[in-house]
């Protein structure tokens, strides 16, 4: 039981950490022999932690004097208006690419509806999630194939 936890938290922090998100706790997970449904549930509470923590801490942190004037310098009146029309599709086709900290971040200086970017990003972050997963299963299964193959091994 240790060691699940263990295993579950270290998949959880890497989902959370911004430099390796879920392309890293996906792998690892699966390494660390936890199962595929645990790896993608432990992957998407450390990746939509870190949304959470931005959705709630950013008024906060935006009130140091500092930090206002420099969120300020990337505030634009055109791309707010560009994120009123497209922000839902924005979020769910960039947060994969970017990342959960990078859309989360640009979503609040943007002032996107917290509702539907609360939804949306925890959508996108669960079917990729389970994506990356499937793919990498695949991968998996494929070289484990592939190896028997060239090795002769028959089932």
């Known amino acids: ?8 938290f270290l998949v959880c922090f890497l989902g959370f950490f911004p430099a390796s998100e879920i392309y890293v706790a996906i792998p690892s997970g699966i390494a660390l022999g ?3 449904c645990s790896t993608v549930v432990w992957s998407v509470a450390g990746s939509y932690t870190a949304v959470l923590l931005i959705h709630y ?9 500092q930090v206002k004037t420099w969120l300020n310098r990337f505030s634009s009146e055109r791309f707010r208006n560009w994120i009123d029309i497209y922000g839902i599709g924005f979020v769910l086709l960039i947060t994969p690419l970017l990342g959960v900290w ?4 640009t979503m609040k200086v943007f002032k996107m509806d917290s509702g ?9 972050v669960v079917i990729s999630t389970v994506g990356l997963t499937a793919l990498t299963y695949a991968g998996i299964d494929l070289a484990a194939n592939g190896y028997k193959m060239i090795i002769g091994v028959t089932d």
Do not use: C, H, N, W
């Open 1 to 8: 039981m240790i060691e699940y936890i263990l295993k579950a």
């Open 34 to 36: 936890l199962d595929y």
């Open 57 to 65: 801490g950013y008024e906060r942190f935006s009130q140091i004097p």
């Open 102 to 105: 990078v859309v989360s971040v």
């Open 116 to 124: 539907l970017f609360l939804v949306y990003s925890f959508i996108t």
